[in-house]
């Protein structure tokens, strides 16, 4: 299994533009997060999904906005960058509470 | 959710057993131990997690004390790979998916050759 997966790995954008983060599970896990980590912050949670189809706003969903069409995928995307959102973006994913979450490598985002 | 205490570093050496410490004197009992570590520049693991009774797999073992205010995780025989930010969370299974993770400042533990 490859677990879970984050694409891309490294981006760098500039303000105002757009973009999308894909993160892919091969666990067939029903619930995903989406996380974002910064110096001195540790981690935030953004958006999650507790099956297909569904989607909920976490502590820090302002500037985001998320997609779960097929089990396996979460799409996080920024609709209009800014240096705020620089970032490591970490997806996680898990079977469902109390087991605990497994978590991607991490995308780090650049906003100039 | 209940705050823990951790101690900011640790120092262990390679091929003895890390017990790494986590007080957390406030935890209720729906409160579920969570231990996950990140090493540098990687995304966060998690270890193990408990209730009430000591657990143990693959990773490590997770010891919870009589009473629940504290608890260690063990890694039996450490490795310089081992080397990572440890985090110990209390939290409510609550069931619906908002069980996002907040990790405090954890434990740096170093393996030393």
């Known amino acids: 299994n490859a677990g879970v997966t984050q694409t891309p790995k490294f981006r760098v954008l500039k303000t105002g533009q757009s973009m999308t983060l894909l993160c892919a599970q091969d666990m067939n896990h029903e619930y995903m997060y989406w996380y974002r980590q910064d110096p001195g912050m540790g981690l935030r949670l953004i958006h999650y999904?507790?099956?297909?189809?569904?989607?909920a706003k976490g502590e820090v969903p302002d500037g985001y906005n998320v997609s779960r069409l097929k089990k396996q995928n979460f799409l996080l995307g920024l609709e209009s960058a800014a240096p705020s959102q620089t970032s490591v973006y970490f997806c996680?994913?898990?079977?469902?509470?109390?087991?605990?979450?497994?978590f991607g490598p991490g995308t780090r985002l650049t906003v100039t | 959710d209940a705050k823990t205490t951790q101690p900011p570093s640790m120092d262990c050496a390679e091929g003895r057993a890390a017990n790494l410490p986590c007080n957390h004197s406030?935890?209720?009992?729906?409160?579920?131990v969570y231990w996950y570590r990140q090493i540098h520049s990687q995304g966060p693991q998690y270890i193990i997690h408990?209730?009430?009774n000591n657990e143990t797999n693959e990773m490590a073992s997770l010891i919870i004390t009589e009473d629940r205010k504290s608890s260690t995780l063990i890694l039996p025989h450490a490795t310089l790979r081992d080397t990572a930010v440890y985090y110990c969370?209390?939290?409510?299974?609550?069931?619906?998916?908002?069980?996002?993770?907040?990790f405090g400042k954890g434990t740096h533990l170093i393996i030393q050759p």
């Open positions: 999904s507790v099956g297909e189809g569904t989607t």
């Open positions: 406030t935890i209720s009992g729906n409160e579920y």
């Open positions: 996680a994913s898990s079977r469902g509470t109390p087991i605990g979450q497994y």
């Open positions: 969370i209390v939290r409510v299974a609550s069931g619906g998916g908002a069980d996002g993770l907040t």
């Open positions: 408990g209730l009430k």
